[in-house]
């Protein structure tokens, strides 16, 4: 009897001490995640100190010199850097994010979250698409603009004449529908058709819609060849105007005759900022550009319309032989840097094997000697095809510099999500991030790790408005890079650009391990970020 009378008692008493274990072991092991032994770059551009992170749930609990207690998962970074998820605010990442959910070629890089619509261009309304985002189960943040080009050509077609006040009413309501879907801007696009069909005063109606709802404005610029410095104007005045923050979106400056003029249009934006004009810029680390044959190489007017008409200029002999002559000076003074073999092409979807081949070689094949005028001619026949992007070697280093050490500089990669071996895409994809911390700063010294790291994330989200990310503080949202300063290098070059960087070893986003070891993980905690107005 008395053992039998004792049982319950026993097991109680053993039930309140397993209870109490387990209490104290939540609160000294509370979290799910530490770092140990690292060395912090913040974000802020702040020099490097050694601390210990730890992380609870999809938040950073604590930073300190020395953690304590336990986690669940205890990381040595001993000899490494942490900083913040990198943040892209330039992508194209929707070719290819459904065949790849990883976006593998960005996170080994770093990068946490990425931003889509650029250049003008995004699904319009943006709801239903960012819907199938979530659905994917994708392992970086993602978030978007909405398109000028894109609302433009829903409410007016691919026209190259004014808005009517009733389109332009039409087209802001758009505008309004993706703030409130989502996005975090406005992204413009004028050197793409048709985007190039829009005079300044319509897109700054449509940037003060977006500034209204706290949107930013983003902007692949008119001309980044002769007319860079009115374009950068341009760009500077939407801000201005239209009375929200501006972006000099992949700056550069395209052909040999226009090299050095990166002087100019960086003393524009001191000015603009000198005078409370809140305009900025990103730029990816390379001296080719890449886009599609048609928009490079063909002058806007003969790209009005849908492609059957594009294709009817193309036929008559003498619109084809005026679309040719543009073609060649394209070729000699802008994209083409004054020679054919500098247009590689990335991508035809009607002919994998021209991808690597230069525009000089499939002259040749065409049976012609690759003079300007031939290599005109082969182009025009290459959009005659099918279309096909390519790769432009007309950017020079000097520039490239120049623009990196601007302060108001951020990177973004102009990259997308490419499925591993498939064409030849630009190596941005798979290398800009790494390039910047291995190339940049580790061997041209160009910029110290802290600023490049400043301008690969804090930067970002203070410009796109995340303000829960891109610093490692406690209370921020746990996206997290862990990376050896001196191993970390790209290695996808322009001749094999399918190659993963290295030197990163441990990505952490929303407080999940999605790299590590070498290998992407299981888990895909990738959210999407919704802008200011989204209801
Ligand atoms: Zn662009």
């Given at each position: 009897m008395p053992r039998r009378a004792q049982t319950p008692l026993i097991a109680g008493l053993s039930l309140i001490l397993v209870l109490g274990i387990m209490t104290v072991a939540q609160t000294q092991a509370g979290y799910d995640l530490i770092i140990r032994n690292g060395r912090i770059?913040?974000?802020?551009?702040n020099p490097w100190y050694r601390g210990e992170i730890a992380v609870t749930g999809d938040t950073i609990a604590k930073i300190a010199r020395t953690v304590e207690g336990t986690a669940a998962r205890v990381i040595d970074a001993g000899g490494l850097t942490v900083s913040p998820g990198f943040i892209d605010?330039?992508?194209?990442?929707?070719?290819?994010i459904f065949e790849v959910p990883t976006a593998e070629n960005y996170v080994r890089q770093g990068v946490t979250t990425i931003m889509e619509g650029p250049d003008g261009g995004s699904p319009v309304p943006l709801k239903p698409f960012l819907e199938k985002v979530a659905a994917a189960r994708i392992s970086p943040n993602w978030g978007m603009f909405v398109g000028q080009g894109s609302v433009r050509e829903q409410v007016m077609g691919n026209v190259d004449r004014k808005a009517t006040p009733a389109e332009i009413e039409r087209m802001k309501e758009l505008v309004r529908q993706g703030m409130r879907d989502g996005a975090f801007g406005l992204s413009t696009g004028l050197f793409y058709v048709p985007g190039s069909f829009t005079p300044t005063e319509e897109v700054i109606e449509l940037a003060r819609t977006a500034g209204e709802m706290g949107g930013i404005h983003i902007s692949h610029m008119r001309d980044e060849a002769s007319k860079i410095v009115e374009s950068t104007l341009e760009t500077i005045r939407i801000g201005e105007e239209g009375r929200l923050p501006t972006q000099v979106t992949h700056h550069k400056i395209i052909g040999t005759a226009n090299w050095g003029r990166s002087a100019e249009t960086l003393r524009l934006v001191d000015e603009a900022r000198a005078r409370g004009v809140d305009a900025t810029i990103d730029q990816y680390p390379y001296t080719a550009s890449s886009t599609s044959i048609q928009a490079a190489l063909m002058p806007r007017w003969a790209q009005e319309g849908a492609r059957p008409q594009v294709l009817s200029r193309l036929k008559d002999p003498d619109t084809r032989a005026k679309i040719k002559a543009e073609c060649v000076s394209l070729i000699r003074n802008e994209r083409g840097g004054g020679d054919p073999r500098n247009i590689v092409i990335a991508r035809c979807g009607w002919d994998g094997s021209l991808a690597g081949k230069n525009l000089s070689d499939i002259t040749r094949v065409r049976g012609m000697e690759p003079t300007l005028e031939n290599a005109a001619e082969a182009a025009l026949w290459l959009v005659e095809q099918g279309g096909c992007s390519g790769i432009f070697h007309a950017i020079s280093e000097d520039d490239l510099v120049r623009i990196l050490r601007h302060p108001a500089t951020m990177i973004g990669s102009d990259g997308e999500v490419p499925v591993?071996?498939?064409?030849?895409?630009?190596?941005r994809s798979y290398g800009t991030f790494a390039r910047v911390l291995g190339v940049y700063v580790r061997e041209k010294r160009v910029i110290a790790l802290e600023e490049a790291v400043r301008k690969m994330t804090s930067a970002t989200a203070q410009r796109i408005g995340l303000p829960d990310r891109g610093v490692l503080r406690a209370?921020?949202?746990?996206d997290i890079a862990i990376f050896d300063a001196a191993k970390i290098r790209d290695t996808a070059t322009f001749e094999r650009p399918h190659s993963y960087a290295e030197g990163v070893s441990h990505v952490i986003v929303n407080g999940q391990l999605v790299f590590e070891g070498g290998k992407m993980t299981a888990a895909r905690p990738g959210r999407v970020l919704y802008g200011p107005a989204h209801r």
């Open positions: 770059v913040d974000g802020t551009g605010p330039h992508t194209h990442a929707r070719r290819g591993f071996g498939q064409a030849n895409p630009h190596p209370g921020m949202k746990a």
